[in-house]
């Protein structure tokens, strides 16, 4: 018994883990906010949806990591929203209204892009279906690489101009 | 006057038929006058958990229905003296059974007993509803794990609505191992959640498969600390200060010295 027990805790040492009751508590409390709230999760799962989709418009965010969840406490219920950015899209506002102006002026041109897929067709690494293997596998090596992921971010997650397109493959060649 | 309490969860399978048993037994044994109802028509489980299957002739709907008389379909358990169950219908549905005349009922058996502990069927739906109607005090069996407990709070909340005095609550299945190790949430974790009275807490224990396959309550047998556990519950439910004691994990020594010498 005694080894059983030590065996146990080496092993959680090992990997790191946290203890299984620590997760416990944590997912009850979430939980037990929604239900005595009253917030259908569903409702909660759809919020989260849609603000992914209007972040990552603006945003490189780390999906896995996003939270969404209703608090509460004696005096208020409060909506909290923690969205881990990996990257900016580091352009000016201007450039997302021009490019929402040329957007829907060539609408033909336009490819199905990540910021207005669902959240939940896979989209948990950045680019992933762009034909731009090479600059994200140069990408997760590097991440400190900022310079060279954002054109490659904008590359990916907007509609798809001659200037942005080319601006990518410039700066993963010379981050590799 | 007796005290009409019913025995619920919310979530099936953490214990309630087992904590109706051993409870009803325990304040038969501490000299009350005891009736177990069991309240999960459709599916009873109350007079196997209690050895009583062969002797089930009438039942609750019986009664409802006005096809026999009260007195006649109580079953008394030999093994305490004032101990009774009324089983519950197995053919049938709960949607055949109206709040209002399962109140009817408890209220006739608080005129004859002590105690009139109800067993709720799992759920929230209609079987839950008419064994609350009869009920002025709540019992809350959870056990430590996410689904028992968010179910638990539920049901309290629930029970809050309805009007009944303050639910209290039992911890059953309680691993002192697992609680150790961290990988089980322990006693303050679920108070700190669930914030009613704890009534008491049941250490997890094999023997109450034993004991359920023979169909011989707990608290008849042996002193085992799932037993002991319930008898004192059964006093604090009396009104008598009794601690609840911190657990440990039973030593191979320990348990062969109870084994051999315990009683009582
Ligand atoms: N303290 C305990 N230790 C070990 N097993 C338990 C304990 N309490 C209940 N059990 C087991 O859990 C199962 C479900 O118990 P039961 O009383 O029928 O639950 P419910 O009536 O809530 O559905 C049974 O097999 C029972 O033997
Ligand atoms: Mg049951």
């Not at chain 2, 408890?106 to 709720?120: A, H, R, S, Y």
Request: glycine share 8%.
């Amino acid at each position: 018994m005694a080894l059983n027990d030590l065996v146990v805790r080496l092993l959680r040492w090992f990997q790191g883990q946290e203890k299984s009751k620590e997760t416990a508590k944590n997912r009850l409390r979430l939980i037990l906010i929604q239900d005595r709230v009253g917030v259908d999760p569903g409702v909660v799962d759809s919020l989260r949806e849609d603000l992914l989709a209007l972040l990552t418009k603006y945003f490189d965010v780390n999906v896995e990591e996003m939270e969404v969840e209703i608090q509460r406490d004696e005096e208020r219920t409060a909506l909290v929203v923690n969205v881990p950015i990996l990257t900016l899209k580091g352009r000016h506002p201007s450039d997302f209204r021009r490019e929402r102006e040329g957007a829907t002026a060539s609408q033909e041109k336009s490819e199905p892009s990540p910021a207005d897929g669902s959240p939940n067709k896979g989209q948990k690494s950045r680019s992933e279906g762009s034909e731009e293997k090479a600059s994200e596998s140069s990408d997760q090596e590097s991440p400190s690489a900022t310079t060279s992921e954002i054109p490659k971010a904008a590359a990916s997650s907007s509609a798809p101009r001659p200037s942005t397109d080319s601006g990518a493959s410039s700066a993963s060649s010379s981050s590799s | 006057m007796g005290r009409p309490i019913v025995i619920t969860s919310g979530k099936g399978g953490v214990g309630k038929t087992t904590t109706a048993a051993n409870l009803g037994t325990a304040l038969a044994l501490l000299g009350q006058k005891v009736v177990v109802v069991d309240a999960d028509i459709g599916l009873r489980n109350l007079d196997v958990v209690m050895g009583l299957e062969s002797r089930v002739v009438f039942t609750s709907m019986d009664v409802i229905e006005g096809k026999c008389d009260l007195n006649k379909a109580l079953i008394r358990d030999k093994r305490a003296e004032n101990l009774y169950i009324l089983a519950a219908a197995q053919s049938r549905n709960k949607s055949d059974v109206q709040p209002e005349q399962m109140a009817r009922l408890v209220k006739e058996l608080e005129q004859q007993f002590d105690f009139v502990l109800i067993d709720c069927p799992a759920g929230i739906e209609q079987g839950f509803d008419n064994a609350v109607a009869g009920a002025q005090e709540a019992i809350v069996v959870v056990t430590p794990e996410v689904s028992s407990i968010r179910d638990a709070d539920r049901v309290i909340g629930l029970l809050q609505a309805k009007g009944l005095t303050e639910p209290r609550y039992i911890l059953n299945r309680y691993s002192p191992r697992l609680v150790e190790q961290g990988e089980m949430l322990d006693r303050s974790d679920v108070q700190e959640i669930l914030a009613i009275p704890l009534l008491g807490i049941i250490p997890e224990d094999q023997t109450i498969i034993a004991s359920t396959n023979r169909g011989k309550p707990l608290v008849l047998e042996a002193s085992t600390p799932a037993g002991a556990a319930y008898v004192r519950i059964a006093r604090r439910l009396l009104g008598e200060e009794i601690p609840i004691p911190e657990f440990r994990e039973e030593t191979g020594w320990s348990r062969f010295f109870r084994m051999l010498f315990g009683r009582g």
